[in-house]
C-alpha cells in the first residue's frame, strides 16, 4: 500500500494561502495530499515556506486561502489545540520536549490532555516498547537525552493520541548520520502501521530515501512532485538540491 499516491488522502491542502501577517503571504496557494501509509517529504530550498506550511496544516499560522481536509472534513479554521484529537498530530522542529521534566513526564502530559486518558496511557506502554531507548531512559530528565533520543521523544509524545496523520518539521536536524537513519527507519515502521507522515526535510537525500513521495517547494509553491525515487534520480533536483549529480551506490573509476 506504500507508495499510492492514488487511495483517498487522508490530509489535503489545496491552494492554501498562508503567512504570519495579514496581506503578506509566504505559502502562495501551495498544495498537498498524503495517504495512510505513506511518507510524503515537503522538500525546498532555505525560507521556501516548508515550515510556514506544516504549521498552517497545524493551525498555527493562519490560512487566508484555500482548503485543509482531513479524511475528507473541512479543518481549515479549526483550532490548532483541537486538532490532535482529530487525528493530526505535529513534531516542531524545535521545543518539542519538555527538557526539564522526565521522559516519564513527557509521555504522562500527552496522555493528560487527551479526552481518553486511559488509551492515551495503553498507548504509551505500546510506544515504550516501540521506542527502546526511551524505556530505558523513563527517569531521565530529557534535557539528558542525546538528540537523536530527543526526537524519538517527541514523536511518542505525538503518537500518544494514536494519529493518523503524522508532521514532523525537520527531525534529522542536528543528529549525526547515525541518528538520523535511526530516526527515519521508525518513521517507515509507524508509515506501516498506516499512519499517513508529512516529512518536512533540509537532509534531502536522506529523506528521498524514507519518503514514498516528495514536494518540493520554493517561494511558497509547489514547484516539483513525484515519486521520491523519480525525484532522486532527476538531474534538475539533483542539480538544485543535491548538490550536482544524481545520487549512485558507486563512484566513478
Ligand atoms: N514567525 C515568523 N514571523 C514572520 N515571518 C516568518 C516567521 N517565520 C518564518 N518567517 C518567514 O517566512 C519565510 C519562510 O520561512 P519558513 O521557515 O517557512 O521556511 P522554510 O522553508 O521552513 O526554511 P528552512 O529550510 O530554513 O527551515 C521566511 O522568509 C521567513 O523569514
Ligand atoms: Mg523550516
Known amino acids: ?41 515537503v522538500l525546498g530550498p532555505n525560507g521556501a515556506g516548508k515550515s510556514t506550511l506544516v504549521k498552517a496544516l497545524a493551525g498555527l499560522v493562519p490560512v487566508s486561502r484555500g482548503t485543509v481536509r482531513l479524511d475528507g472534513r473541512d479543518i481549515t479554521g479549526l483550532p490548532a489545540h483541537l486538532r490532535p484529537r482529530a487525528g493530526l498530530a505535529f513534531v516542531p522542529q524545535t521545543e518539542n520536549i519538555f527538557a526539564s521534566l522526565s521522559v516519564a513526564d513527557n509521555l504522562r502530559i500527552a496522555c493528560d490532555v487527551m479526552p481518553d486518558r486511559p488509551r492515551g496511557r495503553a498507548r504509551t506502554a505500546e510506544l515504550l ?102 525525484l532522486a534520480d532527476d538531474p534538475a533536483i539533483a542539480a538544485l538540491y543535491l548538490g550536482g549529480a544524481p545520487h549512485s551506490s558507486g563512484s566513478p573509476a
Do not use: C, W
Request: aromatic share 2%.
Open 129 to 230: 516498547d516501540l521506542f527502546p531507548d526511551l524505556a530505558r531512559a523513563r527517569t531521565l530528565l530529557a534535557g539528558r537525552l542525546s538528540g537523536g533520543q530527543r526526537q524519538m521523544l517527541a514523536v511518542a509524545r505525538a503518537l500518544v493520541a494514536s494519529p493518523r496523520v503524522l508532521m514532523l518539521d525537520e527531525p534529522s536536524a542536528g543528529l549525526s548520520p547515525l541518528f538520523v537513519s535511526d530516526v527515519f527507519a521508525r518513521l517507515r515502521t509507524i508509515r506501516d502501521t498506516g499512519v499517513a507522515i508529512v516529512l518536512v526535510e533540509q537532509n534531502v537525500r536522506a529523506a528521498l530515501k524514507v519518503a514514498d513521495r516528495a514536494l518540493v517547494l520554493v517561494e511558497g509553491r509547489n514547484r516539483h512532485e513525484g515519486p521520491a525515487k523519480t
Open 1 to 41: 500500500m506504500s507508495g499510492t499516491s492514488d487511495a483517498r488522502p487522508l490530509l489535503a491542502a489545496e491552494a492554501v494561502v498562508a503567512g504570519y501577517e495579514p496581506g503578506l503571504p509566504i505559502v502562495h496557494g501551495a498544495s498537498l495530499a498524503v495517504a495512510a501509509g505513506e511518507i510524503l517529504a
